[in-house]
């Protein structure tokens, strides 16, 4: 698939993207299964304006085992590689040093899931990644989860999850006049979180269900920008942040007819980030943590008439503060008509209540407009 993205700054981009995969499944009588999975991606982009050019070529494998001994207790186990090669043409602007390369990225995962009294169940996992450019990180995950009645389901997890590093992170230099901005830093290594978790889910009649869950995460060796001693630039990227965020989230359903219902959520988020004793940065710690501290939202679904059904959906979206962007409010509406089993109309409505907002700090490039989109499905 070729397309073309058009910019009114940096020049009109060409896309290109070509993709196969394969996939065997084979089911076992004792309830188990076997999946093997293979992948081959080539995507591109040319920027016309200024002659850079990026491509990549992707080729995975990928192996599950589902293990069902007796139907209580289940075991998976598996693993993967990914090879990506990569052939860059920077400008004067941007390049990467080198410019190609080949990254190789292996996984190897069990996880048992233990039902050790009626109702109950633990589930413990370990995955073991390889990354090209920092070696082998351990993510381990603990679950559990008790139903101590049919509508009440009570569960906890903690884990521990990383971002590895990009060739964006070690390769990349940013230049202006030939002179270095910013620069790869071939020390860069994984961000870390640990995450803790905690929720219960209330079937509380056959047409109301709730859930609330809970969550502390711990983060370090956050990204961020490093300033070079006495000369400031060129700048480059370092691990030299750390801090936690927690907050609270809940959703409900509720069907007031077999032809209305309503879902509603709304979240809360309290974030703190710090630098690393001895560390300091470009920008403030708090920039890697600018999120709306609160957002909620409301739908609304209608099957008005045979194959005739209205959707609507409400949003709030809080305040950013590092820099500030206002909150706002939005509605989205969405009318359609199923003609016959294969043909489907519908008109749509995004933004509805005002000619545009912002969700994004800096200039009206971020400025999401209102926008009303007509559509025809048809399904062989």
Known sequence: MNGRISASRGGDTLTRNRNLLARWTRAQDDGGSLELQTYFDRSGRDILRNGGRFSIDTYDIY????????????????????????????????????????????????????????????????????????????????????????????????????????????????????????????????????????GTRVQATANAAFSVSAYYNLYDDLKTLGITPVTIIPLYWENAIRGRAYGLEAWGDLSLAHWWKLRAGFSLLHERFRFARGKNGFLPADQVGNDPPRQATLSSSFNIAQGIFLDADFRYVGPLTHPAVPSYCELGGRIGWRLTDQLQISVSGLNLLHKWHQELPTDTANQVPRSILAGLKWRL
Do not use: C, M
């Open 63 to 198: 192996l599950q085992h589902n293990d069902a001994p007796g139907g209580k207790d289940d075991f998976v186990w598996g693993g993967g590689v990914r090879a990506s090669r990569f052939d860059t043409t920077g400008n004067a602007s941007i390049y990467f040093k080198p410019p190609q390369r080949t990254l190789l990225l292996a996984n190897i995962f069990a996880q048992y899931g233990w039902a050790f009294a009626p109702g109950a169940k633990l589930t413990l996992g370990l995955k073991a990644e390889k990354d090209p450019y920092v070696g082998t990180s351990l993510l381990p995950t603990a679950r559990l989860a008790w139903k101590p009645a049919d509508p009440l389901l009570l569960w906890t997890a903690v884990s521990r999850a990383v971002r590895s590093p990009t060739p964006f992170d070690r390769d990349v230099v940013e230049a202006r006049n030939g002179v270095p901005l910013l620069v790869g830093d071939s020390g860069f290594h994984t961000e870390k979180l640990t995450a803790f978790e905690a």
